[in-house]
T-cell receptor
Framework: AQKITQTQPGMFVQEKEAVTLDCTYD???????LFWYKQPSSGEMIFLIY??????QNATEGRYSLNFQKARKSANLVISASQLGDSAMYFCAMRELNNAGNMLTFGGGTRLMVKP | DSGVTQTPKHLITATGQRVTLRCSPR?????VYWYQQSLDQGLQFLIQYYNGEERAKGNILERFSAQQFPDLHSELNLSSLELGDSALYFC??????????????FGSGTQLSVL
């Protein structure tokens, strides 16, 4: 079974509007972390935001916030006031503490395109 | 800048050849992870080292090997290269010193082209 599912292969958003990128996950480990990374066309993988499974509050980092719904096993990324520079691939990922090696498992990604 | 350094940025080689990719983790990070990103397979975990020892293996081919040195830098060796090995190879590092989930930070990747 897929551990991380991103159901939106591609999305458009108008500049200055907010956009939500969906991510659902599957784990039985009570200790895990959820991550979002941005990959622009230049190829680097940029860390955006992190949510721990025990965190009570939703994580925020500037224009990025993570809508964490633990019971639903979802960790959607919200980007407010989209900018042209936000056009990129976005990956949701998970680390499970009790998984040997506790490596990051990635979803398939969502390509976001910001329209001027 | 993530603090993780990967060299070279680009590598073009021929089938059957052998290449070495290098990674220097962030200062203080003990874990190094290698990932392969290709168009058809997405981001695949290859192997992890922690403080010099192999900790976990993913979808790593037998033609590939890695090691982590005492100064914590790591090398990924790819041999008998095939066209299908063309991909973006990422190194990531994490401190991983306790029983908490730590963040992973990625290098800028090595784009390997096998011709």
């Amino acid at each position: 079974a897929q551990k991380i599912t991103q159901t939106q292969p591609g999305m458009f958003v108008q500049e200055k509007e907010a956009v939500t990128l969906d991510c659902t996950y599957d784990t039985s480990d009570p200790s895990y972390g959820l991550f979002w990374y941005k990959q622009p066309s230049s190829g680097e993988m940029i860390f955006l935001i992190y949510q721990g499974s025990y965190d009570q509050q939703n994580a925020t980092e500037g224009r990025y916030s993570l809508n964490f719904q633990k019971a639903r096993k979802s960790a959607n990324l919200v980007i407010s006031a989209s900018q042209l520079g936000d056009s990129a691939m976005y990956f949701c990922a998970m680390r499970e503490l009790n998984n040997a090696g506790n490596m990051l498992t990635f979803g398939g990604g969502t390509r976001l395109m910001v329209k001027p | 800048d993530s603090g993780v350094t990967q060299t070279p940025k680009h590598l073009i080689t021929a089938t059957g050849q052998r290449v070495t990719l290098r990674c220097s983790p962030r200062s203080g990070d003990l874990s190094v992870y290698w990932y392969q990103q290709s168009l058809d397979q997405g981001l695949q975990f290859l192997i992890q080292y922690y403080n010099g020892e192999e900790r976990a293996k993913g979808n790593i081919l037998e033609r590939f090997s890695a090691q982590q040195f005492p100064d914590l830098h790591s090398e990924l060796n790819l041999s008998s290269l095939e066209l299908g090995d063309s991909a973006l190879y990422f190194c990531a590092s994490s401190v991983d010193h306790g029983r908490v989930v730590e963040k992973l930070f990625f290098g800028s990747g090595t784009q390997l082209s096998v011709l």
